[in-house]
């Protein structure tokens, strides 16, 4: 849950950005240090957000750890820079250290797509083989 909702805050800038009609779209918060701190914000809000739900949902083990918060924020924020800046011309991850951005065309868009369902796949068994064992 930790990962999701950091992906959620990943996306605040973008979509003000969008409705304002701002030409960037990718600004501070898609930069390797906007990821480091949307990354803590996401840890210490994350954490009891998400063991309140795992409560809500009488899950068997409604706690989390603070290094699988702390996984899941990181994981989020910055895989979620590193894919972005694939895709998107606007991206300037190093940014303010430098403007450019070579991983920019790493893969196609299909192929991007494509690894990213892949991995949630992977995620989703790796979480029901867990939950299976408990």
């Known amino acids: 849950m930790v990962f999701g909702g950091s992906q ?9 950005r969008m409705i ?12 390797l240090a906007g990821a480091a ?9 994350g954490k009891p957000a998400s063991e309140f739900v795992l ?11 603070w290094s699988a918060a702390v996984a899941g924020a990181y994981a989020g924020t910055f895989s979620h820079v590193f894919f972005d800046a694939i895709m998107h ?5 190093w940014s303010p250290l430098s403007e450019s951005n070579r991983i920019l065309g ?8 494509i690894t990213c369902v892949s991995l949630g796949l992977v995620g989703a068994v ?3 083989v867990n939950h299976r064992q408990d």
């Open 126 to 128: 790796l979480f029901f």
């Open 89 to 93: 011309s606007d991206m300037m991850p």
């Open 20 to 31: 304002v009609q701002n030409p960037i779209i990718h600004g501070w918060t898609h930069t």
């Open 55 to 65: 409560r809500l949902l009488r899950y068997p083990r409604p706690t989390m750890a």
């Open 106 to 113: 790493l893969m196609s868009i299909g192929s991007l797509h």
């Open 8 to 16: 959620l805050l990943m996306d605040i800038e973008p979509a003000y």
């Open 37 to 45: 701190t949307i990354g803590l914000i996401a840890t210490f809000s």
